[in-house]
């Protein structure tokens, strides 16, 4: 798997800018060869396929587990969609679109 290339010189960006601007996305990525910024978009199917499979692996999670109580088991998803969003989140970079600012 590759991260996108730079628009301008053909330099694959790197995957920790892009992850912190997946984060934080008012911040431009540079790119580390020749310093141009690159606006980072994610396709929307690609959001909707990560809230829905973190929430379907939280599912099976807060089932293997069977809790009795109904409070422990809304915690235990909560935290599992959480994790899991940040979990499945790390393959982002590699679907995310780049153009040039
Ligand atoms: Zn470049």
Redesign the pocket.
Known sequence: MKTP???????H?EWKKIYTSLWFPQKSTQ??????NHEITTPLFISILTIMLAGQLALVIKNFLSLSSIFMGVVVLITSIFVLILLISLFIPYFVKCSLV
Do not use: I, M
């Open positions: 290339k730079c628009n301008s010189c053909n330099h960006l790119c580390s060869k020749c310093k141009s």
